[in-house]
């Protein structure tokens, strides 16, 4: 039996649990007459419910978690005497035959003698073990749910007992967040130091080339001094700068006058479809942005460039920047929106009652008032673009060069993320442990400009509250 | 007596400052038009960006749901297919061995060279056929001689039949008939041979090619050897399992930690954490929830590379944040009154949330739930890092095969090198899946519209 049919076994269970308590409860109530129960019925209920499958479920997770393993070893242990010899690898091609041959899915080229006697070793083992748990958690199961059977009584506090447990659930759902950032973080820093543990630190950083050349080889000794390239953030972290600072100028002045107009001038009816029509904008996917970028903006340009006598690439830092322009204009009309509204009237009125125009009332009394919320909301978007990956693997040109022509084709951070890990290098190789050095650093630039954009919108926030 | 005069005298009189408001009110009246214009272009600007972008999708898009293919009688020739009798399990064979007699069996029906079929009953409708076998067997793509098989191993009684078939032509020819190539190049440049496209002519003329709606792209897995039958089949079924695990698990984790946060959390240092660590979670980079499943999932769980399962994982724990933030604001939106009333009859605190409060919020939850849902569907980078960039020519069968997404299939289909072909189809896998997040945006506005209170 497999653990998802296990799964649905255990929730049916879960049910019938529920009404047999419930049913239960009722009972003990008119044997009990003029006592009353703690709790309501549905309380028992889910009393037993609980109590018969959370055992079993968690010997479950903890049989998944370990049997494999064991039943790989108990097999291999019992492999003829001459295959002791074989390395990790050569190791887990037999197991794989092997295993493949137990669950029935044929191997290439025929099965040699002790292969088959292995399988077959192996599926008794499978069979015995999901014997075993599927005995195991019944036990559980139904020790659980004549226990808590029994217990139900007048004064028992099943619903304390079922909220307790909820309780529980609901702590451990919002714990996953921290796990995430958690996992994040040591998984990077981790790789992170096995990369720091081939390049240094200092190389890292500071060096002005990229040049990570091809690893095939993987850690063997001394097969990568050979092929070591150079691993130099600067280039990277320039093109990096370089097109998220082309998407703000193109962004910052576009979403903030689509936010002034539609807050301020725009009759409400207009305001109604422009808004959702922009913010559309935000919810087409990047890929989609990146083809666009690719097929009509980047030749597009071209064109308007030799118009102009300028030489422009096709795929250069300007169409990956201006693309990515205007997909943060949305990001930041919404939340300049919200922040305009959000200076009190009183001011705006102050201003007007004085005479001001209202451009001159914008300009010079609501916008320096929302100033710290729109330079939040300018981090937010410089913190998108940094990270944002398939608008520039698609149109900024993959060249890491040191440039600040923005004509030029050029790699961003995650763009060579992407390369790193996606090409043909070994996992354990500099070549594609860098990618997750350089995910570090972007996860940290990105960090510090969300903390620093959330510490400015949270004072500003409290300025008028 | 003297008037004593005022202590601070104005410096400038009542009038001069009348003389000087009127004097700048005509320049000072202009700025705002100008400054008023120049936010009605900004936000034109912006509604005609969304226009071209759509005009420019759709128009390169649209022609490729139809596709050139050509009718023809295909005459499943007993001596060209020559094969033993479909195997049948017998009651005391293990399926060990049938599998393998099955497999032998379906090996040699793939040995029969298919494309006789084709180019026999080519043969029957193009002059001088014979002289220009090279070109012939090129005008059906070569995926469908394996549509020929799979018709053969599902039911044998078809040899010695006649079928009317639309088969798809290849793609240069696709490519031909709808002008995405000049005419007028040399044959050097032409991917058509010059006889090929007499041929074409001559079959397009008699209306034996036709443009056909193109099920293949809804039907297939992507396909490198035989590009007009390339589809999205496997990538939908890819992004789908990815979905239902987002669905399983971020959704119902999210409301959980939402309401806990909203709810119960005590106010001390750790909620405080909670808390802006997932603020900082929604706006950290798509591509390093990759880098975390390419060395968690992958590395130390030795879940299987390219498989939705962990594709599903990464985007769920991406979208968690946004269910979390948007539950959250549904939670808080819903007056403190209804608790209260449910407190003070006697409910507990539990109850009163389960009972009350959540039912009033799952409209907006479900609102939340659906955008989240969105955005994961649209993602592509961090799938790449997790081995879903690989081309995969199946559906997959379970959450553990190998796959694509439909984003990854556009990018993978936009690198193609045959590009006045793939320009339109990735348009057209773009199209599909801006279909799919604009009907799950509605889904949601609708669900806002029609269940959504003001208190």
């Given at each position: 039996m497999s653990n998802i049919s296990l799964i649905v076994l255990l929730l049916a269970l879960m049910a019938i649990a529920y009404q047999v308590g419930m049913v239960r409860s009722r009972k003990v109530a008119t044997i009990n007459p003029g006592v009353r129960m703690h709790s309501r019925?549905?309380?028992?209920?889910?009393?037993?419910?609980?109590?018969?499958?959370?055992?079993?479920?968690?010997?479950?997770?903890?049989?998944?978690?370990?049997?494999?393993?064991?039943?790989?070893?108990?097999?291999?242990?019992?492999?003829?005497?001459?295959?002791?010899?074989?390395?990790?690898?050569?190791?887990?091609?037999?197991?794989?035959?092997?295993?493949?041959?137990?669950?029935?899915?044929?191997?290439?080229?025929?099965?040699?003698?002790?292969?088959?006697?292995?399988?077959?070793?192996?599926?008794?083992?499978?069979?015995?073990?999901?014997?075993?748990?599927?005995?195991?958690?019944?036990?559980?199961?139904?020790?659980?749910?004549?226990?808590?059977?029994?217990?139900?009584?007048?004064?028992?506090?099943?619903?304390?007992?079922?909220?307790?447990v909820v309780k529980v659930l609901l702590v451990l759902c919002s714990t996953v967040a921290v796990l995430t950032t958690v996992g994040i973080v040591l998984s990077m820093v981790g790789e992170t130091m096995k990369f720091f543990s081939f390049i240094k630190p200092s190389d890292f950083f500071f060096g002005t080339t990229w040049n990570p050349r091809f690893s095939t080889t993987g850690v063997g000794e001394g097969s990568l001094t050979g092929s070591q390239g150079?691993?130099?953030?600067?280039?990277?972290?320039?093109?990096?700068?370089?097109?998220?600072?082309?998407?703000?100028?193109?962004?910052?002045?576009?979403?903030?006058?689509?936010?002034?107009?539609?807050?301020?001038?725009?009759?409400?009816?207009?305001?109604?479809?422009?808004?959702?029509?922009?913010?559309?904008l935000a919810g087409i996917p990047t890929i989609v942005y990146g083809f666009f970028a690719l097929v009509t903006v980047g030749p597009f340009l071209t064109d308007l460039g030799a118009m102009l006598g300028l030489t422009i690439r096709a795929t250069s830092a300007l169409t990956a920047g201006v693309v990515m322009g205007i997909m943060i204009v949305p990001f930041i009309s919404s939340l300049t929106d919200d922040i305009i509204t959000q200076v009190p009237k009183t001011m705006r009125d102050g201003s007007l009652g004085l005479g001001a125009t209202k451009s001159e009332t914008i300009l010079k009394v609501v916008l320096p008032a929302a100033l710290p919320g729109i330079v939040g909301a300018v981090l937010l978007a410089a913190s998108r673009a940094i990270g944002e990956t398939m608008i520039v693997v698609l149109a900024a040109g993959n060249s890491p060069a040191l440039t600040a022509n923005p004509f030029e084709a050029v790699s961003t951070v995650t763009v060579t993320i992407v390369n790193q890990l996606t090409g043909d290098n070994d996992f354990a190789s500099p070549q594609s442990l860098v990618a997750f050095a350089l995910g570090l650093t972007l996860f940290v630039i990105t960090l510090l400009l969300n903390v620093m954009a959330l510490v400015i919108v949270r004072k500003y926030r409290e300025q008028y509250e | 007596m003297k008037v004593a005069e005022p202590l601070i005298k104005p410096v400038i009189t009542a009038g001069a400052v009348q003389q000087k408001v009127t004097a700048s009110l005509a320049r000072r009246h202009r700025k705002e038009r100008i400054f008023k214009g120049i936010g009605l272009a900004a936000v034109l600007a912006s509604l005609a960006l969304v226009l071209i972008l759509f005009v420019n999708i759709f128009s390169k898009g649209l022609p490729a749901f139809w596709q050139s293919a050509i009718t023809l009688d295909i005459y499943f020739d007993p001596q060209v297919i020559n094969i033993s009798e479909k195997p049948v399990q017998a009651a005391n064979e293990s399926d060990?061995?049938?599998?393998?007699?099955?497999?032998?069996?379906?090996?040699?029906?793939?040995?029969?060279?298919?494309?006789?079929?084709?180019?026999?009953?080519?043969?029957?409708?193009?002059?001088?056929?014979?002289?220009?076998?090279?070109?012939?067997?090129?005008?059906?793509?070569?995926?469908?001689?394996?549509?020929?098989?799979?018709?053969?191993?599902?039911?044998?009684?078809?040899?010695?039949?006649?079928?009317?078939?639309?088969?798809?032509?290849?793609?240069?020819?696709?490519?031909?008939?709808?002008?995405?190539?000049d005419r007028s190049l040399p044959d050097a440049m032409q991917q058509l041979s010059p006889k090929m496209r007499e041929w074409v002519q001559l079959l397009s003329e008699q209306g034996l090619i036709q443009n056909r709606f193109s099920f293949a792209l809804f039907m297939n897995a992507d396909s490198r050897s035989s590009l007009a039958s390339a589809g999205l089949a496997g990538a939908f079924m890819g992004s789908l399992y990815m979905m239902l695990v987002v669905i399983i698990l971020a959704v119902p984790m999210g409301v959980a930690a939402a309401i806990y946060l909203e709810e119960f959390a005590p106010k001390n240092r750790f909620t405080d954490f909670v808390e802006v660590n997932i603020n900082n979670l929604a706006a950290v980079p798509s591509i390093v929830f990759g880098l975390l499943g390419a060395s968690v999932f992958i590395g130390w769980f030795n879940l299987p590379m390219s498989a939705p399962i962990v594709g599903g994982l990464v985007l769920s724990l991406m979208t968690l944040p946004t269910v979390i933030i948007a539950t959250r604001s549904t939670l808080k939106a819903i007056p403190p009154s209804i608790r209260q009333a449910a407190l003070g009859l006697g409910a507990s605190k539990m109850q009163a949330i389960f009972h009350h409060v959540l039912p009033l919020a799952i409209p907006g939850i479900l609102t939340g739930a659906i955008l989240g849902v969105a955005q994961a569907l649209g993602e592509a980078a961090p799938l790449l890092l997790i081995g879903m960039k690989s081309f995969v020519a199946s559906v997959p069968g379970s959450p553990f095969d190998q796959s694509t997404a439909l984003p990854v299939q556009i990018f993978l289909w936009q690198g193609n090198e045959l590009r006045n072909f793939f320009e339109a189809r990735t348009s057209a896998a773009i199209i599909v899946l801006l279909a799919l997040m604009i009907s799950l945006n509605a889904l949601a506005i609708w669900l806002r519209k029609k269940y959504e209170k003001r208190w």
């Open positions: 019925p549905q309380h028992y209920g889910m009393m037993v419910g609980l109590w018969a499958v959370l055992p079993a479920f968690f010997v479950l997770l903890i049989w998944a978690w370990f049997a494999p393993g064991v039943i790989s070893t108990m097999v291999q242990a019992s492999l003829p005497a001459e295959l002791a010899t074989l390395d990790s690898n050569e190791m887990r091609i037999v197991m794989r035959r092997i295993s493949n041959l137990a669950a029935n899915f044929g191997i290439v080229a025929d099965a040699a003698d002790w292969e088959l006697v292995a399988a077959e070793y192996m599926k008794q083992l499978q069979h015995s073990s999901t014997m075993l748990l599927t005995a195991l958690m019944a036990t559980l199961a139904s020790a659980g749910l004549v226990i808590s059977f029994y217990k139900i009584q007048p004064q028992l506090r099943a619903r304390h007992q079922v909220e307790r150079s691993f130099g953030l600067l280039p990277l972290l320039s093109g990096t700068m370089l097109v998220a600072l082309i998407a703000l100028v193109v962004a910052i002045p576009l979403g903030l006058m689509v936010a002034i107009y539609l807050s301020e001038y725009a009759p409400a009816k207009f305001r109604a479809t422009a808004k959702p029509v922009i913010e559309v | 060990n061995a049938f599998r393998q007699r099955d497999i032998e069996w379906q090996t040699e029906v793939g040995f029969i060279n298919f494309n006789r079929l084709i180019t026999d009953s080519l043969t029957k409708v193009l002059p001088d056929a014979s002289q220009h076998r090279r070109d012939l067997q090129r005008i059906v793509t070569s995926g469908e001689r394996f549509a020929l098989r799979d018709m053969v191993v599902q039911d044998t009684s078809i040899i010695g039949q006649t079928r009317t078939l639309h088969l798809l032509t290849d793609a240069n020819i696709d490519v031909w008939l709808k002008g995405n190539i």
